[in-house]
């Protein structure tokens, strides 16, 4: 290929450097991946060290290495690149690999390398601990930052936000609503400006002092309160008492014991009491194409086999139990509870598999300084204006709400909206 051929003979050097900035940017996102914190080498040493059951595992392993180094040669020569530079790159990445999973083991050396993951009752604890460390770690800034510059994450759950509010709307029984699995309570204290009651129930402590907090700066009525509570087991409240159900983001995706919460959720609402629940959808375009190599634009993505919720918080990973379900078996599942779903969306299906970095446009102002700032002071300053990128940020935002009821049912997320 010559860059005449891909239209590039007329750019300046100044939309060159534009284009340079954004494949770098990549390169970085993509390079971090492989080998940053939580990347794919982390989860390499994790994988040695489970199989061996032992602190201690072998760091190199030739024979792969060279096979991956021929694999990269023959990439490289068919994308017109100099196969030796490409090897060279890719042995510098197989070096920073190695000391990632070296750290590794110095970082877990004291920890159990036997932690039994064949005991569903091992398990379940070390995922109700990742949990609880979770919301300790986001509580403060979760209003702010989760989910922040995620685009496919942000589409959601505006869009959420909107079919919630749609199906409030015009309601006649405006009695107790609930808001399961509540977070710092940014649906419970919506609904307190519709319902007479509203109660938030959650298994996090941390997340339920800011919820208060959050109560207490929306100068909000005191018809909304927060409980601490585990919905695995039921909900504390009267048979036939609420009016309106929500459990939003996923979280229905989040207790084990579904069937019984269903039941449970059956058990309290009035009769033509309604609901909004949010599941993990097991057959999003994302889970059919299985891995990105790429990092995607959502905040939190369901291992199917180990169900298990992957949450990146900056550079943090953390590992929580969550299940995803496919259409049919939500319905399945909601039939059985004599519970009827009304409408069902999957969402966002496009804006869920493009690279996260693909609005991120940032370049620096002034080159120099910023080099400066960024090696010797650790600080980066200098951000030149991004280009508005809102038209496309929109275009997707319509073509994913338009597959929200697509019979492909391929968005990441289910939202059912129903009644009993
Ligand atoms: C993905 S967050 C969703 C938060 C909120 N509904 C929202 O839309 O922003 C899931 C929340 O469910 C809570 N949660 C998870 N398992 C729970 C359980 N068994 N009982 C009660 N709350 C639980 C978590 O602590 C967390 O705050």
Redesign the pocket.
Known sequence: MDYKEVGMSDLTISELSWRLSRIDHHMVRVLAMRVGKGSLSEAVAQAKRSDKKSAVFAIKNPKREEERLAMVETWAKRYGLDPNYAAAVLVGIIAESCKIQAMFMHDHQGDDPSLDLDNPEVVKQYYLDH?LQL?ARIAPT?DEQ?ANDLFGSEAY?QF?RGEIAKAIDGLEDTGLAL??????G??ALRLGKAFDKVVG????PD?LVQAEKAKKAAGANGNVSFNL????FSLPEKDSSVSFV??????AS??RNLDGLLAEIRRILKPGGRFALSFYNSNSLLAQIGFCPWPVPLA?MVDQDRHCLEVHIGTELFE??ARSYSVAEVRAKLDEQGLSPDKVFTHPTVSSILPDDLFSTELFHDYDEGIKDTRRLGVTTKIHEKPDTTGVKNSLRQLDESLATSPLEQGAYILVIGGK
């Open positions: 949990l919301t979760y989760y759950i959420e808001d399961l699995g509540c977070a710092t940014q649906h129930y959650d298994i996090s997340m509570s585990d919905l695995e929500v459990m939003s983001l996923g979280t989040d207790i939190a929580v139990y």
